[in-house]
């Protein structure tokens, strides 16, 4: 639609401007600035402090420029002296509540009130009552959590935070309590903020315009503009939000603030973004090589390191063969340190035995989407989910896992009343958001989704002109979802028929449609199937290849796209090209002129098994802890200790380095150049916030040293130029530079240097399929491996927390995380936990056919009868003992959603 324009007269000069665009953003386009200090554009837009006053002609009083709109022939006068005075009197009353302590406030040159009052001459306010300042009692119901801090005696009640957690984090844990002289941002009841819904992302922090709210951290160490600020993206889940690190001059990173100026995040930012920067300046970084001797380590140089690595795997390739030696790369690392990693052990080492652990997480996805689409990636930008009228979310506790998508989401759903169906076991957070939330019976998610689609065929509900015109295999489909009727259904999901058929009717009936899945739908021994059941719903109704519609696999670590893009596969080069592409295997070869192998190699589970076996002689394993992280670790454990050589390339001696024969230290996140690649496909640019500690290396770096012991140098001297080859080793890529990411990056396919990104796939059907059309796939229903009986009569699954990442290599070295979760748990229900005799905060004995762990009790309305939950976060308790290790037979993945366990109390 035509954009439509108001004339307008300001301070007597005439403008055409967009109407219904509020008067402050008129000034703004024609450059003339209006003081504010509650609004955030977005965010909080109440005119509740008045400095934005403006004088409109013929309006009986001053008009609050931020929440007045434009209109045709209006004059608007901005530097009047009666604006001028109404402005300096409101300042004059904003101040009378605030101490003027700037010299020793934290905010101290970055306040806004402070700058208001500089531009506008005020001293001091002739209203200040001190002792009526000084005398508020400070805020007690903040004292108790590690993260937020609150000053109520600096407080303007602008309101910024409290819009803040009511618009941008959509969960409103404050607001402002109490009238006149006594109002005061509280919590319901005054409840300590633990006590609320609050997720501690401080969000509330970064809207505040004074150093009412501050990050405790932060407190006393350094004034904003005695930092220096670094824009960069952040190091943990696969969303890669925008932030700005602020380090001071010791090199030590002090405070985070989510970026305003990227697509992805919006200045948001979840409580790992704010405050887990803590683990790059550990105590505990690795800062020399370490080599084991008589069982245990000693220091070494880099150069005996290096040495003894490569005379190792030279020694094991020349005796065994290449393909008795294998590498984990790394979904915590860099594109670049990624590609040199597969590069250096297939055309050094001569192996393709290379994964990473998105083997764990995302490899259903590169299958079944691979199969159904062409390619195993979201299909859709993230705010997408803006435009979108249905939100599908199946398999994942977003808010927790992906916490700034569910801020989006919630947002969406509030702001727009998009219609949300969360498909879950558990009582998620988003669950109490959902218009319909289906706990179905963990591992039943084919019937599911194969009933709701009988349902859709059934009444005449599915996209008969997409699917004739882009779509292959639909009468095949259609014979396996006849026997999925309602009540065979219900019988195997346990969940109403009701809520199937209603979930069926509104995705369908919906003009666009979401689905974000994570692990829920992918850690299952038939993930690929459901994977692919996924798939078919989205074809069956022609929800892809369109703005607000699409398929959304959520990574979940930094860069498990990029690592797989990379070629960080046993079965695939980089750029997803296969083996048996000779022109593509040409190309390769003559990029990087040596003999590169055409053998697939083994994924992660089956290292394992082959070093148990004794077949793999030797690992090399960069930024990953499979002793934290993979099934059943007892076993892993045992292969591990069964290796005759084994490397590890980490920041920390971690579970898996305490086992190696060599530990190379390394840089983390944060002391790094490069890009990385996101849940949607976008690559973009982190830049270094400080150095690397002495004696460490860039792990790139590492892997150029070795190839120089081997004699076959790789030809890399720093980022760029890697950044250069994978550009042109990847089709994908091949258009992108580092001079072309901008904030928002660019999204791949880019096949050209003048191409913007492809935000969207499969325009007008537009599928890479050999066929170019969308593959439906006949999926049938299978039992899990493992179910409850009457051994083990309880149904065992595991995730995420909001307040740790992945194996707790970096989380449980950041105090704020780890102190305020300090150990693993588990969820079990009311009904359970009184058959069991079991309280709240007990320890028990939770067991599966692997083995015991213990661990504290949470009784939790959120699990179903019969389910217990817990995660793999802790070292001590982790939950990866007792999980079931039988794969997909496609993806290789382990069954880490379902086991049967037993539960005993510890008396």
Not at 90 to 102: A, G, T, V, Y
Not at 171 to 194: G, K, M, Q, W, Y
Not at 445 to 454: F, Y
Not at 631 to 654: G, K, M, T, W, Y
């Amino acid at each position: 639609m035509e954009q439509e324009y108001s004339p307008v007269k300001i301070n007597g000069k005439n403008f055409d401007l967009p109407k219904g665009i509020s008067i402050l953003k008129a000034c703004e386009k024609v450059g003339i600035e209006i003081p504010t200090l509650c609004f955030l554009e977005g965010i909080a837009e109440t005119g509740s402090c008045g400095l934005c006053v403006v004088e409109v002609k013929n309006a009986p009083n001053l008009v609050r420029a931020c929440v007045s709109k434009i209109s045709p022939g209006m004059e608007i006068y901005t530097d009047t002296e009666l604006v001028k005075n109404a402005r300096r009197l409101n300042l004059e009353l904003i101040l009378s509540r605030h101490p003027l302590d700037c010299m020793t406030c934290d905010a101290d040159g970055s306040c806004a009130l402070q700058d208001l009052a500089y531009k506008m001459k005020v001293k001091v306010s002739r209203f200040l009552k001190p002792d009526y300042v000084f005398q508020r009692p400070k805020e007690t119901s903040w004292d108790t959590n590690p993260f937020i801090f609150f000053d109520p005696q600096k407080c303007v009640l602008c309101g910024r935070c409290v819009e803040a957690c009511k618009n941008q984090t959509v969960v409103s844990a404050i607001s402002i309590a109490f009238r006149s002289h006594f109002s005061r941002v509280s919590t319901p009841f005054d409840l300590p903020l633990e006590g609320t819904d609050c997720q501690f992302c401080a969000a509330c922090v970064q809207a505040c315009p004074v150093g009412a709210l501050m990050e405790k951290p932060r407190l006393g160490k350094g004034k904003e503009y005695q930092l220096r600020k670094t824009d960069t993206i952040c190091a943990y889940c696969g969303l890669d939000c925008g932030l700005s690190l602020f380090t001071d001059k010791n090199d030590n990173i002090v405070f985070a603030r989510g970026r305003t100026d990227t697509a992805v995040n919006e200045g948001r930012l979840c409580v790992k973004g704010r405050f887990g920067f803590e683990y790059a300046q550990s105590p505990e970084r690795l800062k020399t090589p370490l080599i084991k001797e008589n069982g245990s380590f000693r220091e070494a140089s880099w150069g005996e390191a290096i040495q003894l690595v490569s005379s190792k795997l030279n020694h094991i390739k020349n005796l065994h063969g290449p393909q008795a030696i294998g590498f984990l790369a790394s979904s915590r690392c860099l594109n670049e340190d990624n590609y040199v990693l597969q590069r250096f052990a297939r055309s050094v080492i001569g192996t393709n035995n290379i994964d990473n652990c998105g083997r764990l997480c995302h490899s259903p996805t590169l299958v079944g989407l691979g199969k159904a689409f062409g390619t195993g990636a979201a299909t859709n930008p993230i705010n997408d989910v803006k435009l979108t009228e249905l939100i599908f979310v199946i398999g994942s506790n977003t808010t927790e896992t992906h916490p700034v998508l569910g801020q989006i989401i919630k947002e969406n759903k509030e702001e727009r009343e998009a219609f949300l169906i969360v498909c879950d076991p558990r009582k998620i957070d988003l669950a109490r958001k959902a218009d319909i939330h289906i706990q179905h019976n963990p591992g039943t998610d084919v019937a599911l989704l194969n009933g709701i689609m009988n349902v859709i065929v059934n009444k005449g509900l599915h996209n008969l002109s997409f699917i004739e015109n882009y779509t292959e295999g639909f009468e095949e489909f259609l014979k396996t979802i006849g026997k999925y009727d309602l009540k065979t259904v219900s019988r195997i999901t346990g969940v109403d028929p009701e809520q199937i058929e209603r979930a069926a009717e509104a995705f369908a009936s919906a003009n666009s449609a979401m689905i974000f899945y994570t692990m829920g739908i992918t850690q299952h021994s038939f993930g690929t199937s459901n994977v692919l059941s996924v798939a078919n719903l989205a074809l069956l109704c022609g929800h892809i290849g369109k703005p607000g519609s699409g398929v959304m696999p959520l990574r979940g670590q930094v860069n498990v796209q990029g690592a797989f893009d990379m070629g960080c596969l046993p079965n695939l080069y980089p750029g997803y090209k296969r083996f048996d592409d000779q022109e593509n295997h040409s190309r390769l070869e003559s990029l990087w002129g040596t003999f590169i192998p055409q053998t697939p190699g083994l994924t992660l589970p089956e290292m394992i098994d082959e070093a148990a076996n004794g077949r793999l002689k030797a690992l090399y394993v960069m930024g990953e802890n499979p002793m934290m992280t993979e099934a059943n670790l007892s076993h892993v454990e045992r292969a591990l200790n069964n290796l005759e050589f084994l490397v590890v390339q980490d920041i920390f001696l971690n579970e898996t380095a305490e086992l190696a024969d060599v530990v190379l230290p390394s840089a983390c996140f944060y002391e790094k150049n490069g890009t990385v690649t996101n849940t949607e496909r976008r690559v973009q640019i982190v830049r270094q916030a400080r150095q690397k500690p002495e004696g460490v290396m860039f792990d790139w770096e590492i892997f150029v040293n070795l190839s120089k012991a081997f004699g076959n140098p790789l030809p890399f001297s720093n980022e760029r130029e890697i950044f250069e080859e994978l550009s042109r080793a990847i089709p994908q890529y091949s258009g992108i530079s580092f001079n072309r990411l901008g904030p928002d990056g660019i999204q791949w396919p880019c096949p050209a240097p003048d191409h913007p990104g492809t935000p969207i796939l499969y325009v007008n059907g537009g599928f890479l399929t050999p066929s170019k059309k969308g593959q439906f796939t006949p999926v049938d229903f299978k039992l899990s491996g493992e179910l409850p009986d009457e051994d083990y009569p309880f149904l065992l699954s595991t995730g995420r927390l909001l307040f740790h990442y992945h194996s707790g290599n970096e989380t449980r070295r950041v105090s704020t995380l780890s102190s305020f979760v300090p150990e693993n748990y588990l969820e079990i229900s009311p009904e359970d936990a009184q058959v069991l005799g079991i309280k709240d905060g007990e320890r028990v004995r939770v067991s599966t056919r692997r083995g015991s762990i213990e661990l504290k009790a949470q009784i939790s309305e959120r699990p179903k009868k019969g389910m217990v939950f817990s995660t793999f976060h802790f070292r001590e308790a982790n939950v990866n003992y007792l999980t079931n290790p039988q794969r997909d037979p496609q993806a290789k993945i382990p069954e880490f959603k379902v086991a049967a366990c037993k539960i005993e109390k510890i008396s």
